[in-house]
């Protein structure tokens, strides 16, 4: 048996296995037999449905200078803004009522933004719509700081990896920032029984093939319900301005594999991968994805949070955004649902 026929089977390469698949992706019959079966666990859990988060990003500060990030703190040239109480409120208020039952709060990691001031916009969130799943994606936090987020409301919180090997973290983040407080962070969440995401970037700067293979081991280990990859886009305001972006094939690819991985998770189709191609979207869902994320964000601020270069949809307003995803979602044949769509365990 091939080493794409024993993921299928067992749900788990070793090391070697993979980098031996990930050698061979552009075979199109491994692509293609990998893409069966992702899809077919993906109906297996979920059906047809595809499941919305109302993304609000909430603020463009950050203290970090991850190096290939548009808002990172080095980055003097970025037009900086913060949503108030009010302002998210409202953005969740619009959100609903076009059916959104999961709001992410996203931004980059700024002070300002104390713990207690985030546990009451968590609790005021909480408060408005019970019914409601409440998403953080707020970067690296104490156990503590992340206990009192969860004791206020939220459910579920995204902390991408980039990536789980030491030596390719060092040349993407400066060197205060550590894979191994990352990965600490990821397990604190876990134990206090949030639903946790994980993820990383498709061929950021320096990513070898070796690089990728230790991504999926970790993944298997960690066990998340929600994993997000997308391609890595250079931004001009970073040190990475010049890099070629990753592949949209190789992501799609790597979906089919998470997919097979972890049969359960949550999958986004991600705005990277909307970004890269007109398509892209669609192609995560027919890959094994099942989540979409929309902008609920104020339309003022869209073109702002500016994580890379030539972003989509910032220019829409969610109904439109929303009613634009709906159709794109059933030209590939599923379905947009007004639900939770928490994590089968």
Not at 26 to 47: D, F, I, M, W
Not at 248 to 259: A, D, G, H, K, P
């Amino acid at each position: 048996m091939d080493v794409a026929g024993k993921l299928i089977q067992n749900h788990e390469l070793s090391r070697e296995e993979y980098i031996d698949l990930l050698e061979n992706w552009k075979n199109p019959e491994t692509a293609k037999s990998l893409r069966e079966a992702a899809v077919k666990l993906r109906k297996q859990y979920y059906g047809d449905k595809v499941y919305t988060r109302g993304l609000i990003e909430f603020t463009n500060y950050c203290k970090n200078n991850c190096y290939y990030c548009g808002i990172r703190r080095g980055n003097v040239h970025a037009e900086r803004y913060r949503l108030s109480r009010e302002e998210i409120l409202d953005c969740c208020e619009k959100g609903y009522a076009l059916g959104f039952r999961t709001f992410v709060l996203q931004g980059g990691e700024d002070p300002y933004y104390t713990d207690e001031r985030m546990a009451e916009i968590i609790r005021s969130i909480r408060r408005a719509y019970p019914d409601c799943a409440i998403t953080l994606s707020i970067g690296e936090k104490s156990y503590e700081s992340y206990k009192l987020f969860k004791e206020a409301g939220a459910n579920r919180y995204l902390l991408r990896h980039e990536t789980a090997s030491d030596e390719l973290y060092q040349q993407l983040h400066p060197a205060e920032m550590l894979l191994s407080h990352r990965k600490q962070c990821l397990y604190d969440l876990k134990s206090l029984g949030y639903q946790v995401g994980a993820g990383f970037m498709v061929g950021s700067p320096g990513q070898k093939t070796e690089h990728l293979a230790e991504d999926l081991v970790f993944l298997k280990e960690l066990q998340p319900q929600m994993v997000g990859i997308g391609p890595f886009i250079p931004h001009h305001e970073t040190k990475f301005a010049n890099e070629a972006a990753g592949s949209v094939e190789l992501t799609l690819f790597l979906l089919s594999v998470i997919r097979i991985l972890l049969p359960k998770a949550l999958l986004p189709a991600t705005t990277a991968l909307g970004t890269m191609d007109p398509r892209g979207r669609e192609k995560g869902l027919e890959a094994g994805a099942n989540v979409v994320m929309p902008n609920l964000s104020p339309v003022k601020n869209r073109r702002q949070y500016d994580l890379y270069d030539n972003k989509i949809c910032t220019g829409e307003e969610a109904a439109e955004c929303r009613g634009c995803l709906e159709r794109r979602v059933a030209s590939v044949g599923y379905r947009l649902v007004a639900e939770r769509g928490d994590a089968l365990v």
